[in-house]
Structures are given as C-alpha cells and as structure tokens.
C-alpha cells in the first residue's frame, strides 16, 4: 500500500531499519535542480532508496505562556548549540501499549536510556504486582523465545525487582515526573518521543554563549520543543548519503521484503562501527563522510580514502583543563602515553576542609595564607596573610560556647615561625585562603602522577612532547588533571602504511564508511599513535557527570557552630557539604574571586621568602580588576551508582571523600 512520506515516517519503527522504499508518484522541478538547501527535492518514479536513519535536522521552539506587554509568541528555531539546561516536563498524554513506547522512545544501554513511566492501575505478573503509580524503569528490549520483550524494573522496600513485559502489553502508562536536568543536544537525542512534541523548562543559560539568546531577557519558563526530522537514505549504486525532509511530496510503498539489499552499498557509521564484535575486524573500508575537524596527519580519513579498522577497544585518558583567570577555558583529553614531562604547581584551597581532604601520606602539605582569620574562640589559632602552615590531621577539641561545652572538628597543623614551630588548630568550618608552597622540583611523566598522587593535582608541561608535531599542552600557563577516563576508540590505518595505527574516538569522531571486505591476512604488529585532543565545553561536561542536575556554587562552611552542628564528625561535613551539591558540573564553572587585603594581615606580617614562588603563581592568575581566581574554589559532586552503594567525589580540594552512603534525597542544610 502507497504511503505519503510523512505517513511512512510516522509509522516507523526506528528498531526496524534499513527499509527499502519505491517511489510510487514522484516530483519534479523545472530544469536540472536535483537539490536544494542539502535535501534531495527531486524524485522519479520508480526508483528505490534504502532508507538507514530518522534524525532531528533542527528545534522549533515556542514559549508557552504569554510575556506581559509582549506579542504572541512566535516559534523560533533553536539552535543545537544551544548552551542551556532544561528540565523536563512530564507528558500528559498517556501511552496504550507496550509497543507504543517502544516505537516512539529511546532505549538503549546509556544513563539517558532508560525512561519510567507508570501504570494507571495495578498491573498482576506473575509473581509480581505492580501498584497504581509506581515507578517502572525500562532498561532495555531483546528477543525472548522469538517474542520482542521490554526488561523493566521497579524498586519494593528498597529492593529491585526486574520482570519482563510484552510490547502486546495495554494500559495507560504515563511519564514519571523527571528531576535531571538535561542539554538540549541530550534531549533532542534521548528524550523527544517521535511524532510528539515536548515541553521542558529553561532553567539556565551561559553568558558566555557568542549568540543572541532567543528568550526575552530574564525567562526562565515553560517551551515547547517540535522536531523537524530529515529521512538520511542511499540510493541504489551511489555512495553518497541523501537526505529528504518528510515533507516532500511523493507516495513511498515499502518494499523491503522483496528486495535484495545486496544492491545498495553498505554504510557504516562509526558507532555502528563499535557495534560490531571483535571477531568482525580487521575490515578495509572506503571513507565517505569524512569527520569535521578532522586532526589526524596526512588526510587519513578523507572522502575515498582506504582505511584499515583493526579493532574497537578501551582505552585510557586523562581529563584535563586549562588553568587560567577567565573564560573560555580550554579542555583536553590526555593518552597515557604522552612524552611530555610536567612540573607542580600551586593548589588553591579557599576552606580548612579543603586542606584536609588535600592532604596526602606522600609528603606533608604546605601552604601559605592569603587570607586573614580572627577566632571566635580562644581554642582556635588567629592566621594573618603569609602565615605558613604544615597540614597534619584532623581531630576534635572542646570550645566554650555560651557557657557550654561543645566538641567542634578542627584541623592540626604546624605554624611555622622564624626559628621554632607553634602548634596551631583552624576550625574546619573556617573560610580561609592558602596556596601551596611546592618544594618538588621532580619533573613527572603523566603516568607518573597518575600513579603517585590524588586527582585533580596542578601541573605545567616542562618538557614538551617531542614525538608529536605539534604539542598543545606546551602552550598552557596550567593544567588541572582532573581524573582518569575510558573511553572507546577505533583503531585505524592507511591501507597503504597499515601497520602505523591511529586511535579514532567513537563518541567524538563522526564518520561514515563503505564496507570493502574483510581482511584475512595478519597485518603485523603495529604502532599505535595517539593524540593529545581538544574538547568542547559540552563535551568536557557531559564526561564529567554521571547524574543530571544543575550547577549551584557550593554551600559555605558555617562561621559559628551551633549546638548540632558542634556534634559534626568529619563524616558528617563531608555530607553536608556533598550532599546539597549538584551531581553535575555541567552548568556555568564557578569562580569564587578572592581579594589578597594586606591590610587584614598584622602590621609586621610578611610573606616569607620561601612562599613568593607561590604567590607569584598565583599573581599570575589576577584579573585585571584585581581579584584572584581560585579554581580550587569550584564545587562539583558526582554520584557514581553501582548497585545499592554510592561513591561521591568532592573536587573542590585534592582527593577523594570517602565511600558515603547518602540518600539522594536527603537535602542538606549548612548554617549561614
């Protein structure tokens, strides 16, 4: 039966592609235009197209509700580059089937895949019984004795329960409301049902976006998002991938079960590349679509090119950003065969707690003050600016308070004086300033400190690495090495030179490939190059995150303990000051500027002249008003789940907090 285009992409089941489609009633333009604004225009009747994806071409925005003294709200398009973040809002529209879902939601084995939704009324398995209203999570679908099934799952008594149900399954399931909160590119991906329409919620914008923001000024509302889609295809004998916009006018019938798709040439994209198993390489392959911003030498992966894929692996990097006072900073991805030696430089730690998370058994920290500190109790010790301190431990001492007696958490350190050291305790609620004073003058190979130190640690490229042509680190006033990643890569090579292999990033890297044929024959052993690469902002985001939520600065130390917070062990203020954090750091950075007063400091106060090494760095970091960015000031938290633990990681000082159990539902409260 003859379908219009549209009416053929409504009824598509993304999990049933290709599709091979014959033009049943074609349409012509006059003269030769066979194209126009990048989409074909012009079909004949009769010919064939396989047709390989369904993808989201562009976002037409409109805001819902009426701005007062404005005109109606007209729709816009939104740019995919859109630097916002937006909450989603649950559709109203229930869903009848099983199958329903599955057809116009994605699912699939990433955090983002994996939508709940509720049933209107209970639901009676087997052995199982799903209440009206409670959560069902999809987590993914495969083929169970020759039925389609969706695995699902549903927490009872904080137990997981997993069960099975058929695509044939009725009801009215509905959208469970959805906290995260998402970039336009990850709803656009995951999160916009096909054939419908979704409303989300602007919840913040970066001012350092080069574009007019679409909004009015201030307007953090409700939008609806539509998709305007574009049908990617290839057309018999051709390597070129065509793109049709559902909107052209012609009758489509599919023919797919009749046809022999031998006839169209096999296109591969890189993650389809990634999909295939490990016994499928090495293949030989002719590049079509060749990736932007391609920085492989020689022009490897140019159209027509002939490559060799010998394999799909893990591989190891290290997450890196530039050390700087403004914005935009850069972001690197750094294999762990860089040749390159790095020296220390400074930390900056804006609390007492930072201290005590820093600190390390290797070698006892060291810093200077750059901040003044007068006690509210004489149990505490007073710190002026050039103050040096040696960090010990932590440890819990009685204050006077008000006439009672409390225990507060202090931290111990050495004071160090001209000739002799002065025991010193700083609460660790206190809001300081102290760099480090580095003695280590070792240069360290990346692995090296890797190995030998807590990320993220502050360094700066000493020695470049001269086995590349072009070092991009060597160029860096700083690098913050944040943490070690793995990431899947291609391994590929000229066929002309194939033991010289390159890694290709599968998740970073778009390209399309012809399949040749497989390569029987041992290439050898080879030799594996890698790059130093360069990340985008979102793309350096969407690594460090595991959750979805939104950035807000971190919450301050209290200044005067109360009688609860007296009771805090360093467990508890790990938690208070993780648990209110966001689990994501995808939002703006957060700079927490810091004036350098001398004035606060005693009259006679100097800084030593062993620590005017440091504070010359972090001179160098001044803005031209006359502040001091102190990275170490950022606050981020990540929640990795594995199973019923959760592990946080506080990156505001040096290393890692500890194994905490927190609910995430627990809502912290510091004291002002």
Known sequence: MALSLQEFVHSLDLRTLPRVLEIQSGIYFEGSIYEMFGNECCFSTGEVIKI?????????????????GGESPQPFELPMNFPGLFKIVADKTPYL???????????????????????????????????QGEQIMLNSVEEIDGEIMVNCGVVKNHQNHSFTLPLSQEGEFYECEDEHIYTLKEIVEWKIPKNRTRTVKLTDFSNKWDLTNPFPKG???????????????????????????????????????????????????????????????????EVIEAPQGNQLPRNILQPGKTIVIHK??????????????????????????????????????????DLEIAKSEKERLHVVATKAFHPPHDEFSSVSVGDQFLVHHSQTTEILCEGIRKV????????????????????????????????????????????????????????????????????????????????????????????????????????????????????????IRTLIEEITEEQYYMMRRYESSFLHPPPRPPKHPSVEEAKLTLLNLAEERTVGLPKSPKSLHVDISKKLHSSQADPDSKVPVDCQNALADLEKGRNNDG??????????????????????????????????????????????
Not at 98 to 118: A, D, N
Not at 271 to 283: A, G, N, R, V
Not at 632 to 657: L, M, P, S
């Open 97 to 131: 089937t099983m199958e329903e879902i599955i057809r116009t939601i994605h699912i699939g084995p990433s955090r983002l895949g994996h939508p709940c939704f509720y049933h209107q009324k209970d639901m009676k398995l087997e052995n199982l019984i799903i209440k």
């Open 219 to 285: 307007f953090y509302g409700a939008l609806t998002l539509k998709p305007v889609y574009e049908i990617q295809g290839v057309m018999k004998f051709q390597k070129d991938i065509v793109r049709i916009l559902p909107s052209l006018d012609v009758e489509v019938k599919d023919i797919t079960d009749s046809y022999d798709a031998n006839w169209f040439l096999q296109l591969l994209s890189t993650q389809e590349l990634s999909e295939m198993t490990s016994k499928d390489f090495p293949i030989v392959a």
């Open 52 to 68: 390989t994806g369904l993808k989201i071409k562009k976002i037409m925005a409109e805001i819902c509700e009426h701005i007062e």
């Open 312 to 353: 799909k692996y893990q591989a190891s990097r290290i997450l890196a950003s530039e050390i700087r006072s403004h914005f935009p900073k850069r972001h690197f991805l750094i294999p762990t065969s860089y040749k390159g030696k790095f020296k220390r430089r400074p930390r900056e730690f804006p609390t007492a707690y």
């Open 408 to 527: 507060v958490n202090v931290l111990s350190c050495e004071k160090i004086l001209k000739k002799s050291y002065e025991t010193a305790l700083l609460p660790l609620y206190m809001e300081g300033g102290f760099v480090e004073v580095i003695h280590d003058k070792k240069q360290y190979q990346v692995s090296e400190l890797c190995a030998q130190f807590h990320l993220p640690f502050n360094v700066k490229v000493s020695v470049r690495d001269l086995f590349i042509e072009e070092d991009i680190l060597a160029a860096t006033p700083g690098l913050q090495l944040e943490e070690a990643i793995t990431d899947s890569y291609l391994l590929v090579s000229d066929l002309a030179n194939p033991t010289e292999c390159w890694e290709i990033p599968v998740s970073r890297l778009n390209m399309t490939v012809q399949l040749v044929r497989n390569l029987s024959q041992d290439t050898g052993p080879f030799l």
């Open 627 to 672: 502040t001091t960015a102190v990275p170490g000031a950022k606050g981020t938290t990540e929640i990795f789940k594995h199973e019923n633990h959760q592990k946080e990681r506080d990156v505001t000082g040096a290393t890692w907090v500890g194994n905490i159990n927190v609910a995430v539902e627990k809502q912290a409260s510091p004291s002002s």
